[in-house]
């Protein structure tokens, strides 16, 4: 998917990380960013993306445990982590599987802020936006946006009611 939109986790097709290690599904894609959705069923390192400054969100209910450069980190749900791509990351302990949707940006090309607002959003923002719905369904008008679900807007408003949803907001912008 480009740059507008709604999009949800059943529209895109799972394919394997680069090491083979779970599936990841790209959701969209941009100048200098890639938002995907991965599943994380084990224990597994993450694959390396020198260059490139990763935000990693966990959808649902399940927390997510992580060693970023041998330091433990503990993501609960409705929460990120920021870290380097050439970091050595890997999930631990993972006993069911977790979902995260994970912004990747070209740290040459892309740069991100990154929030997690409570209430109700009406955005005007100028350049690209992303809002993602980390728990819970929130609704776009009439539009149900369930877990794992982004918008993606430029240049507009959109109003967005989380209800009882936890959601993220992310401003792109070129470096």
């Known amino acids: 998917m480009g740059e507008s939109g709604v999009v949800r986790l059943d529209d895109a097709e799972p394919e394997p990380w680069r090491n083979g290690r779970g599936t990841t599904r790209v959701l969209a894609t941009g100048d200098g960013w890639r938002l995907s959705a991965a599943e994380m069923a084990e224990d597994a390192p993450f694959s390396a993306f020198p260059g490139v400054d990763r935000i990693l969100a966990v959808t649902g209910d399940r927390p997510l445990r992580l060693s ?88 507009h408003c959109a109003r967005v009611e989380p209800g009882g949803a936890r959601v993220a907001f992310a401003r792109i912008s070129s470096t």
Do not use: Q
């Open 68 to 155: 970023i450069g041998g330091a433990p980190w503990a993501v609960g749900p409705g929460e990120h982590v920021r870290f380097p791509g050439e970091a050595a990351v890997r999930a631990v302990g993972v006993i069911r599987p977790v979902t995260v949707l994970n912004l990747m940006l070209d740290r040459d090309r892309a740069r991100c802020g990154f929030d997690l607002p409570a209430a109700a959003m009406t955005t005007a923002p100028d350049g690209l936006w992303l809002l993602l719905v980390l728990s819970c369904t929130a609704r776009l008008g009439r539009t149900p946006l369930p877990p794992g679900s982004a918008v993606i807007g430029r240049d």
